[in-house]
Nanobody, 124 residues
């Protein structure tokens, strides 16, 4: 059974940084693309970033370009999201998700496993 466990969320002041981690188990991590998504209160879940199986290609939502970096360590079965210059509007529950194949997956239909989420709160 595939499990995705996020960690690293918390409370940070605007302008600060956080690094989220997502540890995967249950299948060959290195064979699948991964993504980070977020959902703020009262809003729909949205894509933040995505990465291919080997890290060769990445995708970022316009709202986080230049501030967030997605990366992965296939030896550790872990995907990361480095978040810098955080803004109050980044406040949300952040989820990692695993793709159905090795490619760049930033649409919901491309994903089939989700973590439980980690809360990120950015104070002004």
């Amino acid at each position: 059974q595939v499990q995705l466990v996020e960690s690293g969320g918390g409370l940070v002041q605007a302008g600060g940084s956080l690094r989220l981690s997502c540890a995967a188990s249950g299948r060959t991590f290195s064979s699948y693309g991964m993504g980070w998504f977020r959902q703020a209160p009262g809003k729909e879940r949205e894509v933040v970033a995505a990465i291919t199986w080997n890290g060769g290609r990445t995708y970022y939502a316009d709202s986080v370009k230049g501030r967030f970096t997605i990366s992965r360590d296939n030896a550790k079965n872990t995907v990361y999201l480095q978040m810098n210059s955080l803004k109050p509007e980044d406040t949300a529950v952040y989820y990692c998700a695993s793709a159905k194949d090795y490619g760049l997956a930033y649409n919901f239909y491309q994903l089939n496993y989700w973590g439980q989420g980690t809360q990120v709160t950015v104070s002004s």
